[in-house]
């Protein structure tokens, strides 16, 4: 049974508690649903906001067949907010020893320009809000508990992100007058250590691995329209991983998205 409002309002503070003394996934989540996960979220990100943070946008989750078969074919699209303080610019460095079994994902990356709100947003309505389409990367992590986290406590926990990196871009709007489909953009992946040798890692088509981008946009609107939440001019969107690959100290990872740019980040 799901959790009420007031439920919810007495766990978080102490969850919060909890994950800023190292332990993400406590006891006290045992048993949450989904969406007591996203609920939860919410709520942490009002606590860290109180603290300073400031929202920076969002990422959607299980934007691919594959990754909705590993929690039972679930038809959910599970969102995680973006802090601030973590959204980087291409060539930024990042120290991993602070972020828990760091991960670098290439993703697509969206600037809103104009507010989304609504359950039932179209392709078109979402490309036409967005004023860039870039290059990036998101940097996850996977932080110790006490409970071995499934779908739900994943949800509480922002889906694991930790950061974005976004490189260069172009317009979305462009790219559809000149016929460009972005599942078609070709992801190349590539790392150099301290030797500066590269080693090419992944070659692939976006559209092989996630959903139509402007798609999942309108389902993250969607779901966080339950929660009196809207895509808001500024913010930053990623849509789901082409590639994954562990983060280690001394490497520095660079990709490129044919039509739309590069990024690069580096680990130490």
């Excluded at 946009?217 to 994954?244: C, F, M, N, S």
Aim: charged share 20%; glycine share 12%; aromatic share 8%.
């Amino acid at each position: 049974m799901a959790l009420t409002p007031a439920e919810l309002d007495d766990l978080a503070p102490r969850l919060w508690a909890a994950v800023q003394a190292g332990d993400r996934f406590p006891a006290l989540l045992e048993g949450i649903s989904y969406d007591d996960g996203l609920a939860l979220q919410v709520r942490l990100l009002r606590l860290h906001q109180a603290e300073g943070a400031v929202l920076a946008g969002w990422k959607v989750g299980l934007t691919s067949a594959r990754a909705r078969e590993q929690f039972g074919g679930v038809d959910v699209r599970p969102f995680g907010y973006l802090d601030a303080g973590h959204v980087l610019a291409s060539g930024a460095s990042v120290d991993v020893a602070d972020i828990p079994r760091a991960a670098v994902e290439t993703e697509l990356c969206f600037t809103v320009g104009e507010r989304l709100l609504g359950r039932d947003l179209t392709v078109d309505q979402v490309r036409g809000a967005l004023v860039t389409v870039a290059a990036g990367y998101e940097i996850n992590q996977r932080q110790a508990g006490t409970l071995r986290p499934d779908l739900a406590m994943g949800a509480a926990a922002r889906m694991y992100n930790w950061g974005i990196v976004e490189g260069s871009g172009v317009s979305p709007a462009e790219l559809h007058r000149a016929g460009f489909d972005l599942a078609d953009v070709e992801v190349s992946m590539s790392w150099a250590g301290v030797d500066g040798v590269a080693t090419p890692s992944l070659r692939e088509r976006a559209g092989d691995h996630v959903d139509d981008h402007y798609l999942s946009i309108g389902l993250l609107a969607r779901a966080l329209a339950d929660y009196d939440l809207a895509l808001e001019p500024g913010q930053k969107i990623i849509t789901g991983a082409v590639g994954r690959f562990p983060a280690e100290a001394g490497q520095t990872w660079r990709s490129e998205f044919s039509g739309v740019g590069t990024v690069e980040v580096r680990f130490t």
